[in-house]
């Protein structure tokens, strides 16, 4: 397929949100090791907000995209919550139409993955979410200026959110609640990471499927 | 996990209605997760804002009141509130004489509180943002940017309260609480796992014959780790760093905070207090005012965090001045 | 054992020690054991004695100051003071105005206690005891002399302090002071094991999954078992066996104490207080004043202690006189 | 023997107390059973009054057992301590020479006893220390109306001792922190009637190889 539409938009982040929940006890786990053990609360808190904001498409997907954001950074849910609220109002602003081509929908994750940047002050290799964001969302773009198909996007994208995911394992921590443990957290990966790694696996199963 | 809860998902909106219900003369929850003094400071007054997640009781909302702070925005559990509701706390704040807003240095109560400063500045609100960063564990050399944010907030909630009381202006209240903060330098010690109320999980691997000096505020690693050792070797390793990083001098005026995070005893904490008196003495330097019981908690983590700063005459003026809220009380 | 503590025979010097040096204004320690007013009161007002084991901080001593305690007599851990060094309190205590001797049954408490009396009686002190005795673990129809005093002490250390301050008649005291005693209501839950801080022991061996309601002051056991409860459900099953103790009615004004006894969170004594405040409501009657936090404590066992009381308006007038002591201050 | 001295009946209660000191641990232990875990601990301080006082003898008898006794309720030694101060006080009062003959030493026990009854409140069946101490002492008295010696005197003591010990198992509470547990104290032996019994117990073995 070439172009993506607002309702199959939804169903990629519901299909990453049903995952995610899934995994919430993971998710806590990981962040015991470095962290304060909540990451896994965290998610639920934001899967929950995506599961009620996006069953319907009666509004305009940035429109749509925009409120999701402002309801997930309402949810309390720690650094995440507020970066992964940042992302979907930058993917929500930076969405062309209701229906996308490869190009359009880079740009709109590109848009999401700058504001997100923005408020996050972390670099790559900083051992955050970013680690497997960027080189997804990388890809995405890489993909889509090469032509490939939507599928093939997210076919390469969660290739690299996932070896972004597993590079955190041997990066020090530069920033988040892990940052203190310094070399001691090298062995372990990191929460937000690893819940970017399972959304880019949902995704492309999804758009496989759809 | 055993924790007298009900709901985990409920625990927070609980927990600040058994708040308001106990000191219904002191606080007032609005908007759910907003605690604010029962009866509003004078809008001439600069107003004190703060923000966190929930689960260390008594911080922070039990430092609400006369003298110290007039809204604390609550997350939920270790999870800082959004900016949406921080942002709605500030417009709440807003009033002639400005607002002091307090943040610890947390990952995600930095970026919230960063997003809501934006929103008010765009809505003309005049408000100043003071970070707290006294937690001295990553090293003197490290950067402040990087220190986090632990006990030290609530001597700079008493300090920024009684010089908005005062009627200072923000920028007065600003330029004296900020003084007081950078020279103050903390260290948390843990000797057992916090347990995390909502996931029931433990936070943090520490063997049986192990502490960790440099502990987190949610049991989170960052220290070194060590046999146990008895309170007077503990307190020493400790006291020794904090006095080095605020470059503790012979007449100085000292405060002294001994912080427990959760199972430690008081009887505890005394042992602690009383061997920083008698090697500070030692030292040739003198405690002014201190402070020994459980004002910012990690659950039911065994340890506790030694606080220092330095008082000028300002500050200590400040310290010594009436509050009212439900966890300080002075006269 | 994790503890933050020196040699074990030390601790109860020391953590005095550190005390006092942590409230240089407040208290002082006489005789190595006594805890005193740093300001003595004056010598036409009834002077407030009270004694016990230490271990349990803030209690008893932290409770010594003005519109409190005179005079807290210190034993060891978990052990009462020698009736020969109470019998020392009670003569620096001995003012024209008399004394009043509140005394927690225990055993040993009040052997030392008895002891103590007949010496200062032989030595023409006038000293009335008070003996507080409102656990009501061993069922209603239990003889009030077999019932043991747990944090229900502390309120009626308020109440006969003030009435003392205010200058009253030892008489006068002890009939406020004991109207309020009588009907006074008190049950403990524990959920996890107290260690002693001495012989680095557990004292009881409650399971995993198990709490009990009707513990006693050390871990010592005396209640039903039953498998853990939420913070609603628990709160209620003593709520409603205080109530039928000291038979609540509607308009009833009531006091609640949430009294926690080490590793239980203040948050969940907020949850616990919040369902009682519900549910009395429910039946009508109302809170007039509550306390929640850490009183009286049972070195780390989670867990607390609910206690209720009656107020009239003699009793309700005096608790909300000022006093200002190490652990509970109030303007 | 038929007549004790006092240097003899210091090395007796030095003796218990060496003996004492060596199960500091085991009264911990039941008295964590069904008390607040520190019978042994309050027995040390006891233990260490008696070494201090009772080292040599030159003050007279009755008021060197007098000050020990006051000096035992000076150490915080909760219920336990203050009985055996009065115990010992009683003793004091009770003894009639710095050598006293079979019945002169079972009167000044009995006069332990009873000024330890007296601040005490319990009876016999009560569980506690006086369970053991009773019949120990109404085998002292028993034995010194029948003429028998000061070995058999204290050969019987210790039986009786030991069997009120035993007996405090199947005892109900009825004083002391033990009391509120009722029923459930059943099948726990009373840790200061086991000071009692291991305090006779040393008697009898001092006074065999004396
Ligand atoms: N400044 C940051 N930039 C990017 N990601 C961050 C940042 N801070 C934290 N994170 C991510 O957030 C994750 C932790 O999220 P979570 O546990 O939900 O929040 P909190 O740390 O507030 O408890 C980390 O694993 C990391 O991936
Ligand atoms: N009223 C009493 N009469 C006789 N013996 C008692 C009494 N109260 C307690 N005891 C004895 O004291 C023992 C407990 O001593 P200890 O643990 O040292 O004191 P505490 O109970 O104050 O902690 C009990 O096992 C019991 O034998
Ligand atoms: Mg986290
Ligand atoms: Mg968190
Ligand atoms: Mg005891
Ligand atoms: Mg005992």
Redesign the interface.
């Given at each position: 397929m070439n172009t993506l539409n607002h309702s199959k938009l939804n169903g990629m982040f519901l299909a990453a949100s049903a995952s995610i929940q899934q995994q919430?006890?993971y998710l806590?786990?990981l962040d015991?090791?470095?962290?304060?053990?909540?990451h896994?609360?965290?998610m639920h808190?934001v899967c929950q907000s995506i599961d009620s904001s996006l069953t319907n498409s009666e509004r305009p997907v940035g429109q749509q995209l925009d409120d999701l954001g402002?309801d997930?950074?309402?949810?309390?849910?720690?650094?995440?919550?507020?970066?992964i609220?940042k992302f979907l109002m930058g993917i929500g602003a930076g969405i062309a139409a209701e229906e996308v081509n490869t190009e359009q929908l880079a740009a709109a994750f590109r848009s999401g993955l700058d504001q997100m940047v923005a408020?996050?002050g972390a670099k790559p290799g900083d051992k955050t979410m970013l680690d497997a964001l960027i080189p997804a969302i990388e890809a995405l773009e890489q993909q889509a200026r090469q032509g490939a198909s939507i599928e093939q996007m997210f076919e390469q994208a969660v290739k690299a959110a996932d070896e972004g995911f597993q590079a955190t394992k041997a990066m020090v921590p530069a920033?988040?609640?892990?940052?203190?443990?310094?070399e001691?957290a090298v062995g372990y990966l990191d929460p937000g990471a690893a819940s970017m790694s399972i959304m880019f696996e949902s995704f492309n199963q999804y758009i496989a499927a759809a | 996990m055993k924790k007298f809860i009900n709901l985990s998902e409920n625990i927070t909106t609980e927990l600040l209605q058994g708040l308001a219900m106990t000191f219904p003369e002191k606080v007032q929850v609005l908007s759910e997760k907003i605690v604010a003094r029962k009866t509003p400071k004078d809008p001439n007054k600069v107003a004190i804002v703060t923000l966190g997640g929930a689960g260390h009781e008594p911080a922070l909302s039990g430092f609400v009141g006369e003298g110290m702070l007039d809204y604390s925005v609550v997350g939920d559990i270790f999870a800082a509130p959004g900016a949406p509701k921080v942002f709605e706390a500030l417009k709440m704040a807003n009033c002639s004489a400005g607002v002091l807003f307090i943040v610890l240095n947390h990952e995600g109560d930095v970026l919230s509180a960063n997003m809501a400063m934006e929103m008010a500045k765009r809505e003309g609100i005049n408000v100043k943002m003071l970070l707290t960063h006294e937690d001295i564990s990553a090293g003197l050399d490290q950067d402040i940017k990087d220190r986090r944010g632990l006990v030290g907030c609530v001597p700079v909630y008493k300090i920024a309260g009684a010089a908005a009381e005062a009627g200072l202006p923000l920028d007065e209240v600003f330029r004296i609480a900020e003084g007081f903060n950078k020279n103050l330098a903390t260290l948390a010690v843990a000797m057992s796992n916090a347990t995390h109320p909502q996931s029931g999980m433990a936070i943090g691997d520490l063997a049986d014959d192990e502490m960790e000096i440099g502990m987190g505020q949610h049991g989170e690693g960052g220290g070194g780790r060590m046999k146990v050792q008895p309170a007077d070797d503990t307190a020493y390793i400790m006291l020794d760093q904090l006095c080095e990083a605020i470059n503790v001098q012979t007449n100085d005026e000292l405060m002294l905070l001994i912080n427990g995070t959760g199972a430690t005893t008081l009887m505890e904490l005394f042992l602690v207090a009383r061997a920083c008196h008698l090697s500070l003495s030692d030292k040739g330097a003198a405690v002014a005012r201190s402070k020994v019981g459980e004002m910012l908690t990690v659950q039911e983590m065994a340890g506790f965090q030694m606080c220092m700063g330095k008082f000028d005459s300002e500050s200590l003026s400040y310290w010594d001045k009436p509050c009212d809220t439900p966890y300080w009380t002075q006269l």
């Open positions: 919430v006890p806590n786990e015991g090791k470095t962290g304060d053990g909540d896994g609360t965290t808190r402002w997930i950074m309402s949810q309390d849910g720690g650094s995440a919550g507020m970066l609220g408020s996050s920033r988040g609640r892990a940052k203190n443990m310094g001691r | -």
